[in-house]
Structure formats: structure tokens, C-alpha cells
């Protein structure tokens, strides 16, 4: 794990996930050398400070975008848009809920991204999904080299990630290039569908992931009999429990196992592990609707898979990371044994030797996401070469 900051964990995971989003090295020198101090403050004074640097930076790449559309280079200035979208997102997820001038940040990091996609003539195209009256966005993202229906790999965020950080990330591109198509999806708890539309998160995830089966069998491009589910960290719960109660998921992957998530939720209380975001508690009140701690660990005591793994019947990959410090690795040895009824189930656990050991390889997360890639598309019935 790439450590900047040597004793702030929830800022060096941020690090880490804009350097897998495609920061450059000399822009997180300049927006990290003045946060030392601040990264030893307490959570409202450093994250505000976090925030002012990398939004200097995004401000500074927009200009130089500018410079390169006045002279018609909008490859150059999709580049640059597409890292300040990241470097925006990234200081928007260590925001506290309800903090000055979030929102706004948020939608500014929505719009750079479908502006820098835009000019760099990227196959990502936002849809929005039917949903309690409203909608789910999600980035659908066509197969290369398939003519007629392709097989597809519904991707589902964690607790506090969201669909242009998952695509960002590279798993629906290198899914592409097998001939497997994407639909990263803002499921409800997170990215648009909590902030912009107020779906908090339940636990009963097979409700909206069936919706999402029900729009993906309207597309004429999508072969709805191949539909996978992948979901990273807490989608390590999501996507077993949606693929376990909704029949027509033909595969399911984790990308870190999340078995038992209200124990995990009970080891924090008591100050073990590591915490994803600053101002944990208040954030995931937030994201599941919750009034107060107390409230929310009653709703937690829901989020788990005992009971549950043992319903699926189609092929299932567990990964996790062996140094993983937020979820311990034993829970993945807990789906895997309960994965009893599908006929073709592994157990991947990433070491230092392929990299991607930290928690859904947010260090190093090529090898484990190609790894992701090959199973789908040998499962899915897509292609692993040329």
C-alpha cells in the first residue's frame, strides 16, 4: 500500500484510489506536500483542507483544458478533464454528509466526467433505470468485437465508492476487450442515487438489482440469458445476496467478500479496524437512513449472508486481498464454504506475489481486476485473447 500521509489510513486509501482512477504522480506531489499537518487534524479541519488542494488541481487542469480547445486538441483536454472529475470525486467522498457546498461538488465532478468522456471519445454512455418512481444511474459500457447480443457484468459499488470511480478504475474496459459488456450501476446508498435522489441502502438488494435485470432484458445488445453481478466491498454483500434471491444472474463475483458486515459494524464500535471514510458513523446513518448509532445497528443486524449464499445456484468468484484491514479475510473463507449449491465456485485470495492484497486491491488493482475479467468472460462466454 502506497502510504503518503504515514498516519492517516482514510487518506492514503483516497490516494490510492485516485492513483487506480489515473492520477499522475507529480499532481498528487502538489496536492499532498502541503497536507501533512492537516492529515493529523481532526476530521473537519483536514478534510476541508484536502479538499482546497485537490480542487486546486482540478481547477488548474480545467484552465489548462481550455488552452487546449481554444486550439481544437480536445483529446488533450479530455485527459485533463477526466483527472479533474477524479481528483473532484475523490475530496467529495471525505466531505462530511451535509457539509458546505457538497453537493455542488458533486455535481461539478458529474458534469467534468461527462464532459471528459465526451472528448475522449470514450464507449461509456449514462442511463437511467425505472425505479420507485424515480431512477438508478448507471454507465453502460458495449462490448468490442460482438456482433448481436453480448454477455454483461452488472457492477455494483461499496459503501462510499461510486460508479464513475468503479469505472474509472478499469474493470468494464478490460471486460470490453473480452467481448463482455458493463452497466456500473449507482445503486441505492451511494453516488447519485443517495445524494442527487435519495435512496438510502437496504439490505434486501435483489429489490433494485431485479429492476436493473428488468431494463437490462429490454436491450437489444444484451444476451439476458449471460447477466452477471459483481459488487466491490460492501457489494461483497450486496451482490451474493441480489444474485441468491434474483434466478435470472447467470454468475456473481466479489470483489472483497463482506459475509458478515453487522459483525464488522460491532468490531468498529470497539475500535478494530480500519474506517473507510472520515466521520464514519454520521456517513453510514446517511447512507442507510438511520436517525442515530443506535438506529443503525439495527438495521445492520440485517446485513449478512448466513442463510443466504446457500440459495445460489450458478458459478460464484470470491476474492479478497490477504492483508485486507477493513474486512477480515475469514469472511471470504465464509462465503466460500457456503457457496454449497454452485456448481462452479472459487476462492481467490490476492497476495503479495500478483498484488491487490489491501482491501478490494485498492493497492495495485490491475492484476486482481484482469484476473475479475478472465473468470467472467470464460464464465459468461466471452474471450481471454486476441
Known amino acids: 500500500m502506497f502510504k503518503y500521509f504515514p498516519t492517516n489510513y482514510v487518506w492514503n486509501l483516497s490516494v490510492d484510489l485516485a492513483i487506480e482512477m489515473g492520477a499522475r504522480i507529480g499532481e498528487i506531489e502538489a496536492m499532498c506536500a502541503p497536507l501533512q499537518d492537516a492529515a493529523k487534524a481532526p476530521d473537519k479541519a483536514g478534510t476541508q483542507a484536502f479538499r482546497e488542494t485537490w480542487v486546486k488541481m482540478a481547477d488548474q487542469l480545467c484552465e489548462l483544458a481550455d488552452e487546449d480547445k481554444a486550439h481544437g486538441r480536445l483529446l488533450s483536454a479530455g485527459e485533463k478533464i477526466n483527472r479533474a472529475a477524479s481528483y473532484l470525486i475523490t475530496a467529495e467522498r471525505l466531505q462530511a454528509h451535509g457539509s458546505e457546498g457538497r453537493v455542488a461538488l458533486y455535481r461539478r465532478h458529474l458534469d467534468l466526467f461527462a464532459e471528459g468522456v465526451r472528448l475522449s471519445g470514450e464507449a461509456c454512455e449514462r442511463v437511467e433505470i425505472p425505479y420507485e418512481g424515480k431512477h438508478l444511474s448507471a ?115 466479489v470483489w472483497g467478500a463482506n459475509h458478515d458486515w453487522r459483525d464488522v459494524q460491532k468490531r468498529r464500535l470497539e475500535k478494530e479496524g480500519s474506517f473507510p471514510v472520515p ?37 460464484f468468484l470470491v476474492t479478497h486481498g490477504e492483508k485486507d484491514s477493513q474486512i477480515p479475510l475469514k469472511w471470504a473463507h465464509r462465503t466460500y464454504e457456503q457457496l454449497t449449491n454452485s456448481p462452479k465456485r472459487e476462492l481467490k485470495i490476492f497476495t503479495d506475489r500478483e498484488g491487490g492484497v489491501q482491501h478490494s486491491s485498492f493497492d495495485n488493482s490491475i492484476n486482481a481486476g484482469q484476473y475479475i475479467a478472465d473468470w467472467v468472460a470464460e464464465t459468461l462466454g466471452g474471450r481471454t485473447s486476441i
Open 279 to 315: 466521520h464514519y458513523w454520521s456517513h453510514v446513518c446517511w447512507v442507510w437512513g438511520a436517525k442515530d448509532i443506535d438506529d443503525f445497528m439495527k438495521i445492520a443486524e440485517n446485513v449478512h449472508l448466513d442463510g443466504v449464499v446457500e440459495k445460489i445456484k450458478v458459478p
Open 139 to 253: 454507465l453502460y459500457v458495449p462490448a468490442q468485437g460482438v456482433s448481436g447480443r453480448a454477455p454483461l457484468l452488472v457492477q455494483v459499488n461499496g459503501l462510499d465508492s461510486t460508479k464513475e470511480m468503479k469505472y474509472r478504475v478499469g474493470l468494464p474496459a478490460w471486460l470490453a476487450r473480452r467481448g463482455v459488456a458493463s452497466l456500473v450501476v449507482d445503486q441505492p446508498g451511494t453516488g447519485e442515487a443517495l445524494r442527487l435522489q435519495g435512496f438510502t441502502a437496504r439490505f434486501d438488494s435483489e429489490h433494485w438489482a431485479s429492476r436493473v435485470v428488468d431494463w437490462l432484458e429490454t436491450r437489444e445488445d444484451v444476451d439476458a440469458r449471460r447477466i452477471g453481478m459483481e459488487g466491490v466491498s460492501l457489494g461483497g454483500y450486496y451482490c451474493p445476496r441480489a444474485v441468491a434471491f434474483e434466478p435470472r444472474f447467470a454468475a456473481g463475483v
